[in-house]
């Protein structure tokens, strides 16, 4: 698989690519598929799936849930920014932190 990935759970994130990203959301990760390049973002690449009825679900029908997005078609969202920014790392007091590159605002504190 290619290059390093810039998202961690937990992260605020916009989508640059598919049904969801003309709409300017934002979503929290959830998790982290790192084998398949992939995220599940809270909100966004929202499929229906077809239950059936069981003890855990005795109604069965349509629920919605979040299907995983590509990695590449997701930002890190910058509050200071407004808006979806690329990243650097920066060696600080030991440790790196991901840092906006428009503005500096630190993302790991």
């Known amino acids: 698989m290619a290059g390093r990935i810039h ?3 937990n992260d605020i994130v916009i989508p640059i690519r598919g049904k969801s990203a003309s709409s300017e959301k934002t979503g ?3 998790q982290v598929i790192p084998s398949k390049q992939r995220a599940v973002v809270e909100g966004i690449n929202l499929v229906k799936r077809h239950t059936k009825k069981s003890q855990d679900n005795p109604q069965g029908g349509i629920i919605e849930k979040e299907a995983s ?3 590449s078609n997701l930002m890190l969202y910058c509050p200071q ?3 979806g920014v690329r990243i650097s790392r ?3 007091a030991g440790r790196t932190i991901r840092k ?3 503005c500096g605002h630190p993302f790991d504190e």
């Open 90 to 92: 920066v060696r600080e």
């Open 28 to 30: 929290k990760v959830l």
């Open 81 to 83: 920014c407004k808006k």
């Open 69 to 71: 997005i590509s990695i």
């Open 100 to 102: 906006c590159k428009k």
């Open 7 to 9: 998202l961690k759970r």
